[in-house]
């Protein structure tokens, strides 16, 4: 089936009621046929207010833990907002489901159902995935099944279209820098984090969305093939161009505005 998941510290039990969903779509049909008792657009309601909740107990979590100025190993840190995220899920999941008149038996079949190829469901798909990302965003692990045409190679051309837009991202959020430097512009911390997520995402995208691929897809790959000979080759290689371009860009004379 290829629904792993990997779950940090002992906290494994305790969201063994969540793993399907964090654990993602497998890509094989099962025999799917019928009709789910939980509709699509429960499904899309239910996944999008568990991402909402989610996500808002994890940056309370944040704001908390910056507030004290605790000093915590990455490591330490990294498996207790899993394990906190995966024991917060178990009882939001509880109630937000109860909702619905619904129990985690029949939202696991209706997100089989809605993501198995067959009668797969976008909304549905976004939905999930999108609590999915969140726990990978806090440290957690999800094992997908990847296409079978995601091939080393094939990934390694993705890679590296994926970079330069990357690069191509932090461009244009320096020149927007220096725009608001210009103006003389007074902007906060969150807004200039806010544009250069956004301006990051919006190119990303474009590359991901050529190929046919979710960003979880795509991460999912990075991992599989981080340590083949060929993908660390195209690694070393995009590197190795990334110092090349910054090189050049500081042996340009610095540009003065007109004025």
């Known amino acids: 089936m290829g629904r792993g998941l990997a779950l940090a510290g002992g906290a494994a039990v305790a969201v063994a009621a969540a793993a399907y969903y964090l654990a993602g779509a497998d890509g094989e049909d099962d025999g799917i046929d019928e009709m789910p008792a939980v509709s699509r657009d429960e499904v899309v309601a239910m996944f999008t207010k568990l991402s909402a909740v989610m996500n808002q107990n994890i940056a309370a979590l944040m704001r908390k833990i910056n507030a004290q100025n605790a000093q915590i190993p990455q490591q330490m840190l990294q498996q207790y907002l899993v394990e906190h995220f995966e024991t917060q899920l178990k009882e939001v999941q509880a109630a937000v489901f109860a909702e619905h008149g619904c129990d985690a ?27 999915r990302q969140l726990y990978i965003n806090v440290g957690g692990s999800v094992d997908l099944d990847l296409p079978e045409d995601l091939t080393v190679e094939r990934m390694c051309d993705i890679f590296g279209e994926y970079m330069a837009a990357v690069v191509a991202a932090q461009t244009q959020f320096a020149q927007h820098l220096q725009q608001l430097k210009a103006r003389g512009a007074q902007v906060t911390t969150q807004d200039l984090n806010e544009t250069r997520q956004a301006t990051m995402q919006k190119e990303v995208s474009v590359v991901l969305k050529k190929h046919g691929l979710t960003n979880l897809v795509f991460q999912s790959a990075i991992e599989k093939y981080n340590d083949h000979p060929v993908f660390q080759a195209k690694i070393a290689e995009v590197k190795q161009q990334g110092e090349a371009q910054r090189a050049q860009q500081q042996q340009q004379p610095p540009q003065i505005a007109a004025r």
Do not use: F, H, I, K
Request: glycine share 4%.
């Open 105 to 131: 038996e029949d939202v696991e079949a209706a997100c089989a159902y809605y993501e198995a190829p067959a009668t797969r469901d976008d909304g549905v798909v976004e939905a999930c995935n999108a609590l």
